[in-house]
């Protein structure tokens, strides 16, 4: 494995190099952790629709270190190499290949260069631990002739864990189910478990938030509100094939070697079975997602490393198992490094990252409420708005009667008492009608910008 790390490094050199700047999400799960350090509570005192395990994690990583680009990076490249040996170990211990060696984790750290990312601390990489936590749980019983229970107990807790870091994990608690059923043979017991386990991060969640008073702005916002936000496509779906075409071939070409060429045991068949039904229920979770980007697709990696490496063993030619090994070697983060260099000199990568730039017109030390999804100006001043996601918050203030949005909002105001207002959705003249006492604390200037109080 130390040679697995040391090109792992050295294949990420690429991208330092060529500097991708902040991207959009990043600003905001920095934003989340630097309000949350601050002591307010996300769902209640926040609007957004992060998952609450991932919020804590960007909590703990903001009072550490400030939540600084280079704590995701190395955060995630310890995540990341974790899931390259625990696959492998993974694949090993459950006999998937006939040889023991470590190709498959040679295999999941190309496949890790597809995007540059998959390198950084986002809730799918940080879920996607657990995921592939709850996969092993769910291999295993496809080795042991007897279904224990801390296996079963053990995976719906995983999956439940995955959950609460991110949203779209959701669609692999009917996965186990399915796959239990169809392919393991699980009781009605053993389901009846493994739902149990899964809720037990939940309601572990939903305890805390019924004590912090919040319990229904917790099932609003991460459950049901979540679902009617229109996605945004930080990437096209052109940029997504250009990414995974490849590998995605590759790997069904080795699911059907796998299956004619192979004479596999029951256990390598159920196996099989499931890493096929995985990359399904993968595909699926983009009509669970807000936001289009590959960095959402990191949880198919070790599937498609699965099927891969059965793409290069299955052969009995070595001369061409070595030209392809070797070819996928140079292809594959060819692709990530060639579809970085294209956004960072085409316009279409103003949908994915962050503008820099800040307004002249904001003093530096100013506390500043954005009314949009632009969160640039809190680069270079302090954010003073519980609207972190605003589109989320449209839908919630739509939800509640006209009275009480415009209490909340006023509240708000009280609250955070922001010195500048940026109204980047043009609603803030709308919102303060019939809230007299807040037109005059407030004026527009010529630039746009609202300033508390009389702009000198």
């Known amino acids: 494995m130390i040679g697995i790390l040391f090109l792992f490094i050295l294949l990420q050199i690429p991208y ?14 920095r934003l989340l952790g630097q309000q949350m350090a601050e002591g307010n509570l996300l769902y209640v005192d926040i609007i957004d629709n992060t998952g609450p395990f991932s919020a804590m994690v960007y909590w703990v ?10 704590s995701f990076r190395i955060i995630a490249f310890l995540i990341l190499f974790f899931q390259v040996f625990y696959t492998n170990h993974m694949l090993i211990q459950n006999n998937a290949y006939d040889d023991s060696n470590y190709l498959p984790a040679f295999v999941m750290m190309v496949l890790f260069q597809l995007s540059f990312d998959f390198m950084t601390l986002s809730p799918a990489l940080m879920g996607s631990t657990f995921v592939l936590l709850a996969l ?29 870091f991110h949203f779209p994990y959701l669609l692999f608690l009917p996965l186990l189910i399915f796959s239990g059923l169809l392919i393991n043979g699980f009781s009605f017991q053993q389901l009846s478990l493994i739902l149990t386990a899964f809720l037990l991060p939940v309601v572990f969640c939903a305890l805390f938030y019924f004590w912090k008073d919040g319990l229904s702005n917790f099932i609003e916002m991460y459950f049901t509100l979540a679902l009617k936000l229109e996605k945004i496509y930080h990437v096209n779906f052109k940029d997504l094939s250009y990414l995974f075409t490849l590998p995605v071939a590759i790997a069904i070409i080795g699911y059907f070697k796998n299956n004619v060429l192979r004479r596999m045991t029951v256990n390598q068949q159920k196996q099989n079975q499931l890493f096929f039904l995985f990359l399904l229920f993968n595909i699926g979770m983009f009509f669970l997602m807000d936001r289009v980007s590959p960095f959402q697709f990191i949880s198919t990696i070790p599937v498609l490393a699965y099927f891969i490496t059965h793409f290069f063993t299955i052969t009995k030619n070595k001369l061409a198992q070595n030209v392809i090994g070797y070819s996928y070697f140079l292809i594959v983060p060819l692709i990530g490094y060639s579809w970085t260099f294209y956004l960072l000199n085409d316009a279409s990568f103003d949908n994915y990252k962050q503008e820099t730039t800040a307004l002249n017109e904001i003093p530096e030390g100013k506390t500043v409420m954005v009314l949009g999804d632009n969160h640039s100006a809190y680069q270079n001043a302090v954010m003073a708005s519980p609207y972190l996601n605003f589109r989320l918050t449209e839908i919630y203030f739509a939800k509640m009667g006209e009275m009480k949005w415009k209490t909340r909002f006023y509240q708000d105001l009280k609250k955070e008492n922001p ?6 959705a043009a609603v803030f003249d709308s919102w303060i009608q019939d809230l007299p006492k807040l037109k005059p604390l407030y004026t527009r200037s010529e630039n746009g910008l609202i300033y508390r109080g009389v702009q000198e």
């Open 16 to 29: 330092y190099l060529m500097h991708v700047p902040l991207l959009q999400p990043e600003l905001i799960w």
């Open 61 to 70: 990583n903001d009072l550490l270190f400030s939540n600084s680009v280079f």
């Open 136 to 164: 092993s749980r769910l291999l295993s019983q496809t080795s042991v002739n007897t279904n224990t229970v801390p296996s079963i107990l053990l995976m719906g807790l995983f999956a439940g864990i995955a959950f609460c």
């Open 419 to 424: 010195d500048i207002i940026i109204d980047e």
